[in-house]
């Protein structure tokens, strides 16, 4: 086999996952609130129906007294120096119906939501300290549609279930790195059955991570990822981790080529056990992996793309839900005073489609190929994850952490 490229060193890989990871948590949206503070303050927008309103550390500006239900947005200005977060809040700030999570200085974007009756207040909190708060402002009326409101979230609220999803990748690491070190003994000793048996045993105890869409940053291209955009595709210098072992499991490589790519796997996660005490993990990451887990499994698993030549995709689709399913019950506590329904909904939810997974899995352990389903066994698949992604996606949104909210 071609030498492969020199490994990323760990502390150019920590920099690299910390750049990775997502910073979407911090912009997920109520209403129909822009993302981020970008629109210079001249540019030319409508006239909203709430008016505008322009801010600064002494002034969360002055919105109308009275506004009547349905349809609501304010243009708000940032004349300050500093960024700026905006909320349209109940009164009493339990509540938060619209946000603008990061306004820049100059910057002008609409906070826009739909309110039924009742009061409201808009408030501005400051990247150097001040929170403000307007007085409240009167919706007449009633409203079909309108935003439910979100109670808000601190930080330090996530702390718990950071905890207990870091404690649970770190108790299920070592198992990886023994299920590695053992796919690459197999083919040490040039046992090619027991290496296809032991591949899809440790890669289904990667992807129980929920380690797809680069969680892991560098770890995850390494250790599992796809040949696709590599300048040889599958014959690239330097392709390893699972996915390349895969393909070469199923399209003759003899051992003496696989051992490179076995060896590498191992020490890889070797790499990201000795490493993944020292990674950090944001807050908001945790309600956008619920969610992502298996947007990405539709988007690989399901279809088969990410199939290599074992046509076990399906067998990573529900070591996805699994993993879903984890992550879920780590946020329960912090869903369940928010939503306790739609938690109910989800934990009755899953379980049932990771049966539906499962009867694609034959009593020897064999999976059904994703492309031998039929067109209709993949339809009711697809339809099913669909909905479930649909109520998942409501996560991310209802566990932002919002600061003084």
């Not at 709430?50 to 506004?67: F, K």
């Not at 007449?140 to 930080?155: E, R, W």
């Not at 083919?187 to 869409?213: F, K, M, N, Q, V």
């Not at 499991?249 to 060896?263: F, I, K, M, N, S």
């Amino acid at each position: 086999m071609p030498e492969r490229t020199p490994p990323t060193p760990p502390a150019r890989r920590r920099e690299t996952a910390r750049r990775l990871r997502p910073a979407l948590a911090g912009l997920a949206l109520l209403g129909t609130t822009a993302l981020v503070g970008s629109a210079p303050a001249d540019s030319s927008l409508l006239a909203p129906p709430g008016g505008r309103l322009r801010v600064d550390t002494s002034t969360c500006g002055t919105p109308p007294e009275h506004l009547p239900a349905g349809p609501v947005s304010f243009s708000v200005t940032n004349n300050s120096k500093v960024f700026a977060t905006l909320y349209v809040i109940s009164p009493d700030g339990g509540l938060a119906y619209a946000e603008i999570p990061w306004l820049g200085p100059g910057k002008t974007l609409p906070l826009a939501t739909t309110l039924t009756g009742g009061q409201y207040a808009v408030r501005c909190v400051f990247s150097s300290g001040p929170v403000l708060t307007t007085l409240p402002l009167t919706v007449v009326g009633k409203a079909s549609g309108a935003v439910a409101g979100y109670p808000p979230m601190p930080d330090k609220e996530m702390g718990a279930p950071v905890k207990a999803y870091r404690d649970y990748v770190k108790a299920a690491l070592p198992g990886l790195l023994a299920a590695a070190r053992t796919l690459d003994a197999d083919i040490a000793r040039g046992d090619l059955a027991a290496a296809r048996t032991d591949w899809l045993t440790a890669h289904l105890d990667y992807e129980r991570l929920g380690a797809a869409y680069n969680s892991f940053g560098d770890f995850d291209k390494s250790l599992n990822g796809m040949a696709n955009g590599l300048p040889q595709g599958v014959d690239t210098a330097g392709w390893t981790g699972f996915l390349a072992a895969e393909y070469g499991l199923w399209h003759g490589w003899d051992a003496d080529r696989l051992r490179p790519v076995t060896q590498q796997l191992a020490a890889d996660a070797d790499e990201l056990v000795q490493d993944f005490p020292s990674e950090d993990t944001d807050p908001g990451d945790l309600s956008l992996r619920v969610h992502e887990i298996l947007e990405n499994s539709l988007q690989f698993q399901l279809n088969g793309t990410a199939d290599c030549g074992s046509g076990t995709t399906l067998a990573t689709l529900d070591a996805n839900v699994q993993g879903t399913e984890k992550v879920l019950d780590i946020l329960a506590p912090v869903i369940r005073p928010r939503d306790p329904a739609l938690l109910d909904r989800l934990q009755r939810e899953l379980p049932d489609f990771e049966g539906k997974v499962t009867a694609y899995r034959a009593k020897d352990g064999s999976w059904t190929a994703s492309a031998n389903l039929t067109t209709a066994q993949r339809q009711r698949l697809d339809g099913e994850l669909g909905r479930l992604l649909e109520e998942l996606a409501v996560l991310p949104n209802l566990l932002t952490p919002r600061n003084h909210a």
